[in-house]
């Protein structure tokens, strides 16, 4: 079967790749490996990943995307090649139109970058949508409606507010804290409470088997490994949901405030359809326990998690890839 329409959801911490009719084919972390000796990419996604925080000096395993943008060209063009190649297989005959989903904020500069990096990866055309758009569409929104619907996309770079109304953002904000803030902080918190160095992975899997938003009534434990501070070696901790939901705190007041944002500036009659319908959560990071309870409390404006949202972005950008007529007004840039 010839593959000539691919959606990306260039994420800071996972690329989801996307065929219209075959759903998410691809799903898999934002990282290169590669050799110090002669810069030829080695491994990249899964097999790149594995290797952060255990390579030797002559490979480093990076991560391309800083905040939900470009913040290393050559590395993502090579990024791009392989997952555009893969998501074809090597042996294909047409170059696909490529539709890649970009935060709110990004500067022309970082668009420019994007759609060079996709185009060097052999696509025929590039087409731009911005992250809120496309997890409106991929949380079946009906964003070409003459009512305002507040989407809250929350990754691993960056956590994307907006106001929709009519197919276009009337209003919205692009917080660069999400997952991987909510990470560091873990870590920062157990290196300033235990006195034990843990890495980012570690700390991830924390924030997914005991993490909440809000302290849990029944805690939830976990056994950790990491280096103790003191002593300098290895070292078994047990903790609790309590300590990761102290932790994470200030960075989810940051959310909290760019979601405020966005209502503040929201007019009178789209306040009133989002205290109706209520704002819709997205992405990776509105899988953490609890979230939508806490941007409820914080705002007063009902939160819902939405169905599969994870893969919000990427199926949005199918659906407009799909319906590009229909959505050509909500669309960034082509080429």
Partial sequence: ??????????????????????????????????????????????????????????????????????????????????????????????????????????????????????????????????????????????????????????GGGTTEAAVISLGGIVTSTSARVAGNKLDMAIVDYIRKKYSLAIGERTAEQIKIKIGSALFLQQKLSMKIRGRGLIKGLPQVLQINSDDVTEAIQPRLEEIIEAIKSVLYKTPPELSADIMEKGMTLAGGSALLRNVDKLFTQATGVPARVADESLLCVAKGTGIALDNLEVYRKSILATK
């Fill in 1 to 154: 079967m010839f593959i000539k329409k691919i959606g990306i959801d260039l994420g800071t911490a996972n690329i989801l790749v996307l065929v219209p009719k075959q759903g998410v084919i691809i799903n898999e972390p934002s990282v290169v490996a590669i050799s110090t000796i002669n810069k030829k990419v080695l491994a990249v996604g899964n097999e790149a990943k594995e290797m952060l925080g255990r390579t030797p000096d002559t490979i480093i395993a990076l991560k391309p995307l800083r905040d939900g943008v470009i913040a290393d060209y050559k590395t993502t063009e090579a990024m791009l090649k392989y997952f555009i190649n893969k998501a074809l297989g090597y042996w294909h005959l047409f170059k696909p139109e490529v539709m890649v989903a970009v935060p709110a904020g990004i500067t022309p500069m970082e668009k420019r970058a994007v759609i060079d990096a996709t185009m060097a990866s052999g696509a025929k055309a590039t087409y731009i949508i911005k992250e809120p758009i496309a997890s409106a569409i991929g949380a079946n929104i009906p964003i070409g409606s003459a009512a305002g619907h507040m989407i809250v996309d929350m």
